[in-house]
């Protein structure tokens, strides 16, 4: 670190509002050459001073850990006139006068932005339709006017709505990326957002963005996506035909909607808690 020649301007003055408490602190910096390189250090920045510095720790007013540096300004220092120059100017060498700005970190009460009933973070949510069409075997279908089985040639589609709900989770201090990952690819086991039945939604995506702010903070943006499917027809079991359901080409249940399994018992797409997806 360097070594500054500084000269504090009077104790620190205070301002307290609802949300914030600042503090400035006036400094006089003998040597205006070093001016840059002292804000430099200020900042814990490795950058050009006047762009925006990376700061890794932040700096705090001293005494006061709670209060952090937001920000620097910087002028001329003027003394005082010496009466006996006949121009008016100072003649000595003022240096730099520094204004240092510090506070609390911001509350986050952009009303416009976010949950007021959770300051920290909150959630939005988007929903499309779209359809997806199914082909299935002719041996579970028949002719109506006559009740002759369609021909193997043909391969009848039907459209299946598919729901897609985009859910954006803001501002996530400590989330649970381990769940996360470990929820990506299962459905639902409980019926998730109000409407959908056990089964019916696929956790298919997920982006994850992490922030780090100027005053050392770390948040996390998560993007996921779940699709819904919403199936019309008789479902053999009685549930909301799932990702699990697969209409039977054959037996007593043909042409109705079944749910199947692997050899082993177990559900080809496997279920979980996805309650324990917004919990941190």
Not at 224 to 241: E, K, Q, S, W, Y
Request: aromatic share 10%; net charge negative.
């Amino acid at each position: 670190m360097g070594s500054y020649t500084t000269e504090e301007l009077g104790p620190p003055t205070y301002k307290v509002t609802a949300n914030k408490i600042t503090a400035t602190r006036r400094q006089r910096l003998t040597s205006w050459s070093d001016v840059n390189d002292y804000i430099d250090e200020l900042f814990a920045s490795g950058v050009e001073t006047g762009s925006m510095p990376w700061r890794p720790a932040f700096t705090t007013l001293p005494g006061h850990d709670h209060l952090v540096l937001q920000s620097v300004d910087v002028k001329p220092f003027t003394e005082k006139v010496d009466a006996n120059d006949s121009d008016g100017l100072a003649t000595c060498g003022g240096g730099a006068e520094l204004t240092l700005q510090y506070s609390t970190l911001d509350y986050q009460d952009d009303e416009d932005d976010q949950n007021q009933d959770d300051p920290t973070t909150w959630l939005s949510h988007s929903v499309d339709g779209s359809q997806q069409v199914l082909t299935h075997g002719q041996s579970s279908m028949k002719w109506a006017s006559d009740d002759a089985q369609v021909h193997p040639d043909i391969a009848p589609g039907f459209p299946i709505t598919i729901v897609t709900h985009n859910l954006t989770w803001h501002a996530v201090p400590n989330p649970p990326l381990a769940t996360w990952y470990g929820l990506l690819g299962k459905c639902n086991a409980a019926t998730f957002l109000t409407h959908h039945g056990p089964e019916t939604v696929l956790f298919s995506a997920l982006n994850a963005t992490k922030t780090t702010k100027t005053d050392g903070t770390r948040t996390y943006e998560a993007k996921m996506t779940f699709l819904a499917r919403v199936i019309h027809g008789t479902v053999v079991d009685g549930d909301d035909a799932g990702w699990n359901h697969f209409l039977r080409p054959d037996g007593a249940n043909a042409g109705k909607w079944e749910r199947i399994l692997k050899q082993n018992d177990e559900k080809p797409i496997p279920t979980g808690d996805f309650t324990t997806l917004f919990s941190y």
